[in-house]
DNA sequence: CGGCAAGTTGATGACAGTCAAGCCGGGTGG
DNA sequence: CCACCCGGCTTGACTGTCATCAACTTGCCG
């Protein structure tokens, strides 16, 4: 069906530029190959792990769209990021041994396991290798603190407006539409990962249709004026 | 002046298990040390590095107390963590090479500068330390990971109350009270990290000292009652 | 075609932000 | 040694943004 899904290693897959391989040559490419130890169908709406599971592998996204989340005791959910073709999933389980979140497909899905024992000791054989997944886990950290910044201070509308800023840049990066995308996900998961209720984000989506810098319609979204969306900050002091 | 000031080595530092060498054993320990390239001086209020510097090594506090901040360019400043004796600085900087954050001694302190490259040869040829390196970066991730649930949902007597919790819990580990402390960041930090506004903080002390579980006098803080702090969701629901 | 999950929109209210005034405490200089 | 000053903190009154509750619409899938 999808033919990326049929390609077996690292050398012959689309998604090689994006995923861990990245900037690895080729023979050092090919001990990743000697790493991937299976591919695994999660179909939509099902876990790739759960909080508590045994860590043993990483995973990198191939084909469909995931959301990690983390919960406290009181049963509140709050999304921690969404991802999609060669993203990394699984960091969080290095700490304990044990997966800190859940990973859940949002459409159905295929991934690549890499055991984590073995990705350390190729590491230790390939400095390339192991600064890679150095850079890897500190642009997660970086990425994370981004979040912070957001949930910290923006408001409603700037919030929706960078998080749909960053999934246009990542999918351009892919070769996709970065102005025109559907979201694979629901407006509450939206709303749990900018820390925002669902209706303040349909409320957030219809104000900036209403501005003319995007155009939606349920999951469809294209974006017509991404200068403006950039700026939102100075645009809703211009509506005032 | 400060005992621990004037040793040397891992080996004789009485940080060692809360540092990076914890959980290595006396020969790996020593390589660690090897890789100490120098101690570092820094004044209350001076930056250790800043956003944009070049990265080179990662630092241990030794002694004092630090923050990091990030900025986004409305000039809007998040504070993304507090970090005490025995705790890591710099992980953000792996991912570009540049650090991505400022940090910040809140009161004059010391630190052990590691050089990365160094680290990783290493870790290279220790798997325990690749290990050890791997898992504090994990626990980066999913400390950051629980900032975002506190700031995606939680009320502000909640983030203060497990602000609270957070530094009893690290203070009781390194042999200090855990119940009496003395804050060293201001009302004005403490809101830039939880996502609130230094008033807020004021108010949530205020109304957590009068509902008897804990004392503030300024910087000075006593916590009276640590299972009330624990389960402030409830207390709220019940002084309704 | 029916049923249900997801999304939109409106009315109202709560919580934190803003603005403002005053207090406390520590350090400095007369 | 005291008075002053200034940063940090507290408290009050009011405002604004987002949450909540609720009604209704849309679109999908069996």
Redesign the pocket.
Known sequence: MNPTATTTTCAECKLQAHCLPAGLDAGERDRIDSLMSKRIRVHRGDALYNNGDDFVSLYTVRTGFFKTSVSCDSGREQVTGFQMAGEILGLDGIHTGHHQSDAVALEDAEVCSIRFDRLETVSREIPAMQHHLHQLMSREIVRDHGMMLLLG???????LASFLLNLAARLRTRGFSACEFV?R???????SYL????????????RL?ALGIIE????HVRILDIHQLEHVEQE?ALA?
Chains 1, 2 share one sequence.
Request: aromatic content about 2%.
């Open positions: 201070g923006m408001r409603a509308e700037e919030r979201l996900m629901t407006r509450e998961e939206i709303g820390g925002l209720k669902l209706e303040t984000i349909s409320r957030a989506f219809s249709a939606v319609q349920q999951k809703e005032a």
